[in-house]
């Protein structure tokens, strides 16, 4: 099992940048495929970004390619995201996900462990 604490959300401005980071409980943080996961109010939770348990393989969601970079540190158990250009749109509740398994999928049931989310609010 593990345990997920997702920190860098915050209020900026169009254009601006934030990094996501996703702190993982245990010693076999390089076992679990990772993802981004975000749900703005009145929607469905969407995939944004996900990465592989080596970290080689990434993955992600057409709306944030070229923008985004997820990446992960298995010496220090941490997935980060790295949003730049961000817009208006990028405004929602971000959540982190693991799932133990080396298949990486973009589909939010098919992840088993959630962090509690970091708000990420984006004014025009």
């Known amino acids: 099992q593990v345990q997920l604490v997702e920190s860098g959300g915050g209020l900026v401005q169009t254009g601006d940048s934030l990094r996501l980071s996703c702190a993982a409980s245990?010693?076999?943080?390089?076992?679990?495929?990772m993802g981004w996961f975000r749900q703005a109010p009145g929607k469905e939770r969407e995939f944004v970004a996900a990465?592989?348990?080596?970290?080689?393989?990434?993955y992600y969601a057409d709306s944030v390619k070229g923008r985004f970079t997820i990446s992960r540190d298995n010496t220090k158990n941490t997935v980060y995201l790295q949003m730049n250009s961000l817009k208006p749109e990028d405004t929602a509740v971000y959540y982190c996900a693991a799932r133990l398994q080396t298949q990486v999928v973009v589909v939010a049931n098919r992840y088993a462990y959630w962090g509690q989310g970091t708000q990420v609010t984006v004014s025009s």
């Open positions: 245990g010693r076999t943080f390089s076992s679990y495929t």
């Open positions: 990465i592989s348990v080596s970290g080689s393989s990434t």
